[in-house]
């Protein structure tokens, strides 16, 4: 599983968006990576030039991933509610968030938008609204504000803005489970954004199963981000 996206300022974005579009051409208002016909040159050659735009808007990738099998023998058969919060998304969620934390500069904020996720949505904005009281140190600004301004949803093909993020997600998954694949391949330039340079990780089997392993007495949320906190600066 792989939870992914791009962060930049605003005005980032705004350069972003007419580049994005005319990259898409005519034809398409968004990218639907499920939708492309992998048989067509075509599609190889928007994928290379769409790539490209990140690194060019000087957006800065960030992912979290993290593979269920390394962890699978400890969440099933226990209770479904501790299971559902170790879903692969869910297991993303927060780490990723605070790394972001971690490298944004004081005394500025940031909003965070996530495609809509509906099975996993109402745990993920639970596990989110922590963020304020459980990990305060590295969510406060030195003039008193938070760092984490909001969060929000939005519908799936509501905004461009969200193109890359499924892009970049798509390539890391076909790079880490089919490398040697067509669409690993033609996915190669949004890979290549900023150098490599980016925020976050991918989480390896001892961490996870550290995290896991430290709240499994209890299955509340409070716990698990008590876990999480406690092996961040590992992530």
């Known amino acids: 599983m792989f939870l992914a996206g791009f962060l930049g300022r605003e005005e980032q974005w705004r350069e972003f968006v007419p580049k994005w579009k005319r990259a898409l051409g005519p034809q398409r208002k968004f990218l639907h990576m499920h939708d492309l016909r992998w048989n067509k040159s075509r599609t190889k050659e928007l994928l290379a030039r769409l790539g490209q735009i990140p690194q060019e808007c000087r957006l800065t990738p960030a ?5 269920f099998g390394d962890y699978e023998d400890l969440v099933v058969g226990t209770p479904s509610r501790f299971h559902r919060l170790f879903v692969g998304y869910l297991a993303c969620v927060l780490p990723l ?31 989110l609204s922590t963020v304020p009281a459980c990990f305060s140190e590295l969510n406060k600004n030195s003039d008193g504000t938070t760092k984490l301004a909001k969060w929000s949803f939005v519908p799936k093909g509501s905004t461009i803005m969200c193109d890359p993020a499924d892009y970049f997600a798509f390539a ?64």
Request: glycine fraction near 8%; proline fraction near 4%; charged fraction near 25%.
């Open 172 to 235: 890391l998954r076909e790079a880490w489970t089919n490398p040697n694949s067509k669409k690993h391949q033609w996915c190669k330039s949004i890979l290549s954004t900023n150098d490599g340079e980016g925020v976050g990780t991918i989480m390896s089997r001892q961490q996870i199963r550290s995290l896991i392993q430290s709240t499994y007495f209890d299955a509340e949320l409070k716990p698990w981000l008590r876990g999480l906190n406690e092996t961040g600066k590992r992530f």
């Open 63 to 67: 992912l979290l991933g993290v593979r």
């Open 97 to 127: 968030a605070l790394q972001i934390l971690r490298v944004i500069p004081d005394n500025e904020r940031i909003e965070l938008v996530f495609e809509q996720q509906t099975p996993h949505q109402r745990l993920a904005g639970i596990a």
